[in-house]
């Protein structure tokens, strides 16, 4: 069916490295509708890779902080009230009040795409005036965005009892590629991934101490800096490579080859214990087994499919413990790993993207 209806996403994020939106993005231009991404240009930014959808990105006089924001919002705003479009879609509480703003005003179709329970992210709720500003933001806006989608079912089901919406499940499942798994002489622990607060890497950086293979970081976030911090302080320098952002080219590469896999976050907020990342689903999709701690939506897929080691608490010893377990006993890696193998047929973004096309079609 030839669509043709143009959308247009918004974003905060460097628009060559967030896998789940190119994910999103082509998946509705190959389905016929007219899409672009729009975000916004740091001082670093590398050239855009090119895509199937159109990008944009709008320059900004600040990287961080309340001007950052207002600053974006306004180009934003502008550019969304005279881009010819009929479906605006906000990423995630960032960016909702344009796009909020601008479909009142021109009276367009509006979609709202919850990657987290904003208002519950730990650098949000450790500072109270910014928390108070989000709830009110999310207050005013997300009730009036009756139609959108989200990554799991406790997210949807915690929208649906803060704002009264019922949104659609689009899980950050990887697309469903033919594998061939590797010998892995070399083994290696990979963290792929924001390196953000609340990721437990103060507990995770000890912990290599105590295990007997060396760890892989991919990633770059607001607790890098803090995190090579860390692995100075241990004198782990030996032991723990930081490779900064790496290209979704670049990274399966490291994927494939790697032993085991990190997914773990603190309980220091509803955002972190009701999560489901992209990562748990990438080390799924190449045959990785994978540490991973032990909340809600994790545990409903390793009831299915034993996956991962599952584990309680994120202390250094219990973190160790589980690595060493996955490098040392062959016989359960191999049952999670052809476990993964498994799984990865039911949970491949092939069949998340039916759901996401229906939902812009029902528009």
């Known amino acids: 069916m030839k669509r043709n209806k143009r959308i247009v996403c918004t974003v905060t994020n460097d628009l060559n490295y967030d896998q789940r ?9 190959e389905a016929g509708y007219d899409v672009t991404l729009v975000g916004f240009k740091r001082k670093n930014s590398k050239p855009i890779i090119p895509r199937p959808f159109k990008q944009v990105r709008l320059s900004i006089i600040a990287e961080q902080g309340k001007i950052m924001y207002f600053h974006y919002w306004l180009n934003l705003f502008f550019f969304l009230m005279f881009r010819k479009v009929d479906i605006l879609c906000a990423i995630d509480l960032d ?15 509006r979609v709202y795409d919850a990657h987290e329970i904003f ?39 915690d929208f649906k009892k803060r704002y009264g919406v019922s949104y659609g499940i689009v899980r950050n499942a990887t697309i469903l590629k033919p594998v061939t798994i590797p010998a892995k002489p070399d083994r290696f622990v990979l963290y792929q991934g924001a390196v953000n607060v609340g990721r437990c890497f103060e507990q995770l950086i000890p912990a290599m101490k105590l ?35 790496v290209p979704p080219a670049d ?19 509803l955002s972190n214990r009701l999560s489901l990342a992209n990562r748990f689903f990438d080390y799924m999709h190449y045959g990785v087994p994978q540490l991973c701690i032990k909340y809600p939506e994790y545990e409903r897929v390793n009831e299915q499919f034993e996956i991962a080691c599952l584990i309680e608490d994120t202390s250094p010893a219990s973190i160790a413990a589980a690595l060493n377990k996955l490098l040392t006993d062959e016989a359960y890696y191999n049952r999670l790993q052809a476990n993964c193998l498994k799984a990865r047929e039911k949970y491949c973004w092939q069949e998340e993207a039916k759901t996401l ?7």
């Not at 960016?95 to 179709?109: D, E, F, G, Q, W």
């Not at 109270?128 to 997210?155: D, Q, R, S």
């Not at 494939?256 to 907020?269: K, M, P, R, Y």
């Not at 096309?357 to 528009?363: K, T």
Request: with cysteine.
């Open 357 to 363: 096309v229906s939902i812009y079609d029902r528009l």
């Open 21 to 29: 939106m190119i994910r999103i993005c082509t998946s509705l231009t």
């Open 211 to 245: 295990v007997n293979a060396p760890l892989v970081v991919c990633g770059a976030g607001n607790f890098y800096e803090q995190a090579v911090a860390l692995m100075h302080e241990h004198k782990l320098e030996n032991k723990i490579t930081f490779k900064g952002y």
């Open 251 to 269: 990274l399966s590469n490291y994927t494939i080859n790697a032993w085991v896999g990190i997914t773990l976050f603190e309980d220091t907020s």
């Open 95 to 109: 960016t909702i009040m344009p796009v909020y703003y601008a479909s009142r005003l021109r009276n367009k179709k």
């Open 119 to 157: 208002t519950d992210l730990k650098e949000v709720i450790s500072r109270p005036a910014v928390h108070k500003m989000w709830l009110w933001i999310a207050g005013h806006t997300v009730p009036n965005f009756p139609v959108g989608y989200t990554i799991g079912e406790c997210y949807a089901e």
